[in-house]
C-alpha cells in the first residue's frame, strides 16, 4: 500500500430497517472502497443486527441488504471486527452471524473468515490506530 | 380500560420497553414492532425482564418485523407472534393503543 | 422515458436504467442495448449475465474494479481486465452492461 493510504474504520452501531443508519454505511462502505484505502468495519451495541444470519425482509417491503456484506470481501473489505460484549448482551455468538468471508491474495486466494470477534479493550486498540473513524 | 401497548424501539438503545413493563396492568398486551422486537428475543440482558411480565401481561411480537431482522428462531417462549391483521385485532380488542415512541 | 418492447411500455429513468428491475427480459435488453448503440453478441450476453447473478446474490452491481476481477476470476484472465470490458462496453463496463442488464447504477458510479 502506498504511503497516501489512510485507515479508515466504520463504527456501526444501529440495528437495521428500524433506522436508515446501517444502510447509509454500508453505501459510503462500497463507495468509498473505490478509493483503495485501508477499510475496517465495527460491529458494536445494534450494530450487530446488522450481519446476522436469516434476514427475511419480504413482510415489511424493504429491500434485505444483508447479502451485501457477503460481497465486502469482493471490495477488499476484509476486517470486520464484532465487539464480544455486544454479541453477549444480546444473546447471541458468531453462529448467528453471516458468514462473510475474502480471499488472501498474498495466501493463494484462500478463503478465510473476515469476521473476528473482539473484547471491547481489543477494539478500543484498534480504534486507536485508524486515520479517520466514521460513526454510523 | 383495557391497554394495547406498542413499543417499537431496541431495548438496548432506549428506556421504553422497560418503561412499558413498569407501567403496564396485569391483564394488559404489549406488541412489540419494528426494532421493538429485539425485546421479544431468548438470552439477552433484559429476557429475563420480559418473561416475568410474561407471567400477568400477553406479550406479542410482529411477524414481519421478526423476519425482516433474522430473528424468528430466537424468540421467547410463550411470546405470540402476529400479523399486520393480528395487529390490528389487537388494536380493536382494547380501549386503546399506547405507543411507547 | 418509457421504452416500448414487444406492445409492452416499460419505465426507464432519466438516465435509460430500468425503474423496475422485475420488466427485465431478453427482449428489454436487446432494446436497451440498441439504445446504447451496442448489438448483443455472446461476450457482451455472457458480462450481462454475470451481473445479473452477481446482483441476485449480492443485491448490488458491482463496482468496476470488482467486475473486473470477479469477471476474470469466473470467466478467465483473457476477460478478466478493463480493455476487453471497455471493448464489449465503451462507455463504462459498470455502466453500460447494468443498464442492459436491468441493474441500478452501480453504487459509487457517476
Given at each position: 500500500m502506498s504511503d497516501t493510504t489512510k485507515k479508515f474504520l466504520y463504527l456501526n452501531r444501529k440495528a437495521p430497517y428500524g433506522t436508515i443508519y446501517a444502510l447509509e454505511s454500508l453505501e459510503v462502505v462500497l463507495i468509498g472502497a473505490a478509493f483503495e484505502q485501508d477499510v475496517a468495519l465495527a460491529f458494536v451495541d445494534d450494530g450487530v443486527y446488522q450481519i446476522t444470519k436469516g434476514q427475511d425482509t419480504a413482510g415489511i417491503?424493504?429491500?434485505?441488504?444483508?447479502?451485501?456484506?457477503?460481497?465486502l470481501g469482493d471490495y477488499d473489505v476484509n476486517k470486520i471486527y464484532v465487539e464480544k460484549e455486544s454479541l453477549e448482551a444480546r444473546g447471541l455468538t458468531v453462529d448467528d452471524l453471516l458468514d462473510l468471508k475474502y480471499e488472501d491474495e498474498d495466501d493463494d486466494w484462500a478463503e478465510k473468515d473476515s469476521i473476528r470477534v473482539v473484547t471491547a479493550q481489543e477494539l478500543a486498540d484498534i480504534m486507536d490506530e485508524q486515520d479517520v473513524i466514521l460513526s454510523f | 380500560m383495557t391497554i394495547l401497548h406498542t413499543v417499537n424501539k431496541s431495548p438496548f438503545e432506549d428506556s421504553s420497553l422497560e418503561s412499558c413493563l413498569r407501567c403496564s396492568k396485569a391483564g394488559s398486551t404489549i406488541l412489540l414492532i419494528e426494532?421493538?422486537?429485539?425485546?421479544?428475543?431468548?438470552?439477552?440482558?433484559i429476557s429475563d425482564k420480559v418473561k416475568a411480565a410474561m407471567a400477568d401481561r400477553t406479550v406479542c411480537a410482529l411477524q414481519p418485523d421478526v423476519e425482516a431482522r433474522g430473528m424468528k428462531d430466537k424468540i421467547i417462549e410463550g411470546i405470540k407472534l402476529v400479523d399486520y391483521a393480528g395487529f390490528v385485532d389487537l388494536a380493536t380488542e382494547n380501549d386503546t393503543v399506547e405507543s411507547w415512541l | 422515458m418509457p421504452i416500448e418492447v414487444n406492445g409492452k411500455t416499460i419505465e426507464t429513468d432519466e438516465e435509460g436504467?430500468?425503474?423496475?428491475?422485475?420488466?427485465?427480459n431478453e427482449d428489454v435488453a436487446l432494446k436497451l442495448a440498441e439504445s446504447e448503440g451496442l448489438e448483443m453478441d455472446e461476450n457482451r450476453w455472457e458480462v450481462v449475465n454475470f451481473l445479473r447473478e452477481y446482483y441476485n446474490e449480492y443485491q448490488i452491481a458491482p463496482a468496476v474494479r470488482v467486475l473486473t476481477k470477479a469477471i476474470g476470476k469466473k470467466l478467465g484472465k483473457e476477460k478478466g481486465n478493463s480493455k476487453y470490458l471497455y471493448e464489449l462496453f465503451p462507455y463504462g463496463p459498470a455502466k453500460q452492461a447494468c443498464k442492459i442488464a436491468g441493474l441500478p447504477k452501480p453504487t459509487g458510479c457517476v
Open positions: 417491503g424493504v429491500k434485505n441488504f444483508s447479502p451485501t456484506y457477503s460481497a | 426494532d421493538g422486537i429485539y425485546g421479544a428475543t431468548e438470552g439477552t440482558i | 436504467y430500468l425503474v423496475n428491475l422485475s420488466d427485465w
